[in-house]
């Protein structure tokens, strides 16, 4: 006997002690899919045989049974499993966790089990009424164990069907995780063939129209190279020729060039197939009832069948992927079973009826948290929107509106409008929000004339509206997938000094839209009386694979990201933030101003360079983000220097005074080490003064924006530094707004690069910082991910103020050349790869939660336990 299970099912071996139920599930199944009670009373007592354990030791098997079905393991339950109630428990697990389940019945009689036992009475000391007993609650049994809810038994009679037995395991039909696509998703069609023939121009698609075997015309759809068709089901009802769509899809479909998943107005065309009488001609089934009739039986028995093959849902790309026709939730991703089934054709409903007798539906979107992205219709709309990587794409084409098609993984929207309004809806469809397109303009809300295609980014993998952050979505260990950092893991520990300081201390969580990330220093240098040094970064860049690097002045002040609206309707728009037309904060997500008025004075100043430079024209927006520096170091870091500065720079010019004092004139040894302590405190104390001046108000206060982060709609990472320089340098118009300096350097050119090291020479020795050597391209792809986004290059008298005053002393200095950057190095690259993460859910309009997952992940590895002076 062969026996065909599912791959995912609950299998109850079902007999009486004795029948062998063991060795054959040790034959047949992993032992890790086998749960033995047994075994589990040896766990819970040491000892297999002892009954009174079985309480504790059944307990223990629920418990791992429910495990892995939740994580969707077939699981082998070896017990008697003779009695009604052993197999409650069982079942209850099964229908909760969508398992199919099979019983294998060991039919023994009570006298062959018994003597199985006495074989082994060490291991079995029953009596021949144990055996009697489980013989008798098997008969009763044996009838009833379909309707308690088991899907397939096998009934095992003699030793010879055991031997005989194999077991077939065979994919749900749901199942597609080995098909990676790409894919083009349709939403409901409802019979709208030419609109659905126009989209699928409108995708690349080849249509060819050829004649079937009875003669009838239908379209033959080819798909660019490598690409599928993916329909979410309601191919049926209301529009005007829903078997010509039906033709092209089956034809579609049996090719292999498409999927299909059943649809409600399916599941309704299937019931009045199979018995007309018994169907009301509704919510338009009598058009399709019209159009049918016109057809020939073999036409009608075709697609009967085709639809009674149809999966309830598909999950595809390894699991990345699900289209069922009205979504579906996590826990039943790959699941098969009626409450699959109903959810996936009819959504999550109340049971209620609303004020035009529609169905009231469940937001379970809301609250989707799992990874896979669910794409599903159903429910029309006219604009499609990311919730929760959920995105609904019946667009009501055949209400008049539009039909759309989700480009996958491209994330694109592709839609056609109606021809018509075929039919009228029941509840009007919901206006649609502004969308985005490339460039940052807004989509226009009614769909362009014609049969030209509308393309609309939809959001990514991680696209979302609405619900704000959960606490669940940052506590705890974590992983979080990058495009340009790959997978990000986050340690419970980081994640909860995070917490900590983002519950604190952080600014409105609406406007922490990108953490910019750390920036790691050069290799130390070879070179004697230098600790960093340009050639070094030139290496690294040049060993990267980069051609050009961007030499940037660096300005000594605190990093700040500047969020500026071009009035409080735009924050309001696009931020959810009522009464504020922008913010600047710091690398931590803190407000950079504690006084409201000092920041709306700062931010007034940065609106009116804007407007003076036209970009809000100019970039088709009401908001721009920036990073950038913002001077003098003391307006941020006034503790920092009252503490640990200004005290040690006191603290060794007194005391250095005095013991130089006690020197005579004689120029021994001693005096001379002592002397070169005082300058070198007094080098400090310079060096860390030229970055401090009094602010008395915003007009004391200097920003120097260096890297345009977004617009509405729009990221700026494709273009090159020396893009972000020069058009950074139109906002310095106001006195407020620093041009920085910088020079483009060719590292195949040797001259090139010394012209760059005297230059940074020059302004290390005026007392300047430093500067910052970036690839000319923001994403230039290195040695694994993408290089380093910077490397800052400190001149020696700014190093006094990280390393000590004394730091070049030789026996320092020599030391200190031995540190490793290559932690710091990771840190910034998984940072920086976090922060374009988040700013792109944004700029695609994700909700917030998906955008402050990255912004909390940079700043949980900020307290990384990395080298703080690096």
């Known amino acids: 006997m062969t026996m065909h299970i599912p791959e995912f099912a609950l299998v109850l071996l079902v007999g009486p002690s004795g029948a062998g139920k063991s060795t054959f599930a040790h034959k047949h199944f992993r032992p890790t899919e086998v749960l033995s009670s047994d075994a589990f009373r040896g766990m819970v007592c040491d000892d297999e045989t002892n009954q009174a354990a079985s309480e504790d030791a059944f307990e223990l098997l629920h418990l791992v049974c429910e495990k892995r079905l939740r994580l969707g393991k077939l699981t082998v339950i070896d017990a008697t499993n003779v009695r009604g109630e052993s197999r409650k428990p069982f079942l209850e697990l099964a229908r909760k966790y969508h398992a199919q389940v099979t019983a294998v019945v060991f039919d023994f009689s009570a006298e062959f089990c018994h003597a199985r036992n006495q074989q082994r009475a060490a291991e079995r000391p029953f009596g021949p009424h144990v055996t009697q007993r489980h013989a008798e609650d098997l008969r009763r049994s044996l009838g009833r164990l379909e309707d308690e809810g088991v899907r397939r038994v096998f009934v095992l009679k003699d030793e010879g069907q055991v031997a005989g037995a194999t077991f077939e395991r065979y994919r749900l039909p749901v199942n597609k995780r080995d098909e990676r696509g790409p894919f083009d998703i349709i939403g409901d069609v409802h019979g709208c063939l030419s609109e659905l023939l126009a989209l699928l121009r409108a995708l690349g698609y080849t249509l060819t129209q050829e004649t079937a075997a009875d003669g009838a015309a239908f379209w033959r759809v080819t798909p660019p190279e490598g690409r599928r068709l993916v329909f979410v089901g309601d191919l049926c009802d209301r529009g005007p020729d829903t078997p010509g769509v039906y033709r092209l899809v089956i034809d579609a479909v049996e090719r292999g060039v498409a999927f299909c998943v059943l649809g409600n107005h399916e599941d309704k065309l299937l019931r009045w197939f199979n018995t007309p009488d018994k169907v009301k001609l509704t919510h338009g089934l009598a058009q399709s009832v019209e159009q049918f009739e016109k057809e020939l039986p073999e036409q009608r028995a075709r697609v009967r069948e085709f639809i009674a093959r149809l999966p309830s849902h598909l999950v595809l790309d390894g699991g990345r992927l699900v289209v069922a026709h009205a979504g579906l939730t996590a826990d039943m991703h790959g699941r098969v079973s009626g409450k699959v089934r109903a959810f996936a054709i009819y959504g999550d409903t109340t049971g209620e009826s609303d004020e035009f007798g529609l169905p009231v539906r469940l937001n379970w979107a809301a609250n989707y948290r799992a990874r896979a992205n ?142 910019p990330p750390t920036m790691s220093p050069c290799e130390a240098s070879a070179r004697p009386e230098f600790l960093e040094h340009p050639a070094e970064a030139f290496r690294y860049f040049r060993s990267e694979g980069a051609d050009r690097v961007v030499c940037e002045q660096k300005h000594m002040g605190s990093r700040a990201v500047a969020v500026v609206c071009q009035d409080e309707a735009a924050a309001a ?136 982060l977004a617009t509405e709609g729009q990221l700026y990472f494709d273009r090159t530094h020396e893009w972000h320089m020069r058009t950074l340098a139109e906002l310095a118009t106001a006195p407020q707004v620093l041009a920085t300096p910088f020079r483009v350097v060719d590292l195949t050119d040797p001259a090139q690069e010394e012209a760059a090291t005297r230059w940074w020479l020059d302004l290390t020795e005026a007392g300047d910082e430093g500067m910052v050597v970036k690839p000319l391209e923001p994403l230039t792809r290195g040695r694994k991910l993408f290089a380093q986004p910077a490397l800052k290059v400190r001149g020696r008298e700014y190093l006094r103020i990280i390393y000590g005053p004394d730091y070049l002393a030789p026996e320092h200095l020599g030391r200190l050349k031995h540190r490793a950057v290559g932690a710091k190095r990771g840190l910034a690259a998984r940072e920086f790869g976090l922060g374009l993460e988040g700013l792109e859910r944004f700029a695609r309009g994700a909700a917030l939660r998906a955008v402050h997952e990255c912004v909390f992940a940079v700043l949980a590895l900020e307290s990384e336990p990395i080298d703080p002076r690096l």
Not at 464 to 474: I, N, Y
């Open 374 to 515: 669910v794409v599903y219709g159903h429910t029309p709309t006219l604009t499609p929107e990311w919730v929760n990587r959920c995105i609904c794409i019946d667009t009501g084409c055949v209400f008049g509106g539009k039909l759309t098609a989700l480009r996958y993984p491209e994330q694109e929207l592709v839609s056609v409008p109606a021809e018509k309004e075929y039919a009228e809806p029941k509840r009007p469809l919901a206006p649609p929000p502004q969308a985005l397109v490339p460039g940052g303009q807004a989509a226009p809300a009614a769909p362009p004339d014609g049969h030209a295609a509308s393309s609309l980014p939809a959001e990514g993998a991680s696209g979302e509206r609405s619900p704000d952050p959960d606490l669940a979505d940052v506590i705890g260990r974590r992983t979080i997938e990058t495009r340009f950092a790959g997978k990000v893991t986050i340690r419970e520990e980081n994640a909860a000094a995070a917490l900590e300081a983002m519950s604190r201390f952080a600014a409105d969580p609406r406007w922490l839209v990108y953490l």
């Open 573 to 708: 728009r696009r931020f959810g933030a009522e009464g504020e037309s922008g913010i600047v904060y710091t690398r931590t997500g803190r407000r950079f101003f504690d006084d409201p008025a000092t920041e709306a004075a700062f931010l007034g100043l940065l609106r009116d360079a804007l407007t003076r430079a036209d970009w809000w024209a100019k970039f088709g927006t009401d908001w721009v983000a920036l990073d950038g520096e913002l001077m003098p170091w003391s307006a941020k870091a006034q503790e920092l220097l009252r503490r640990q500065y200004a005290a040690t720079g006191s603290a060794a010019t007194a005391a250095l005074a005095e013991v130089n004092s006690l020197f005579g004139p004689g120029g021994t040894e001693l005096a001379g080490r002592f002397a070169a302590k005082a300058e070198a405190a007094e080098r400090f104390v310079a060096a860390y003064r030229r970055y401090c001046w009094p602010v008395n108000s915003v007009a004391d206060l200097k920003f120097a924006p260096f890297f345009l």
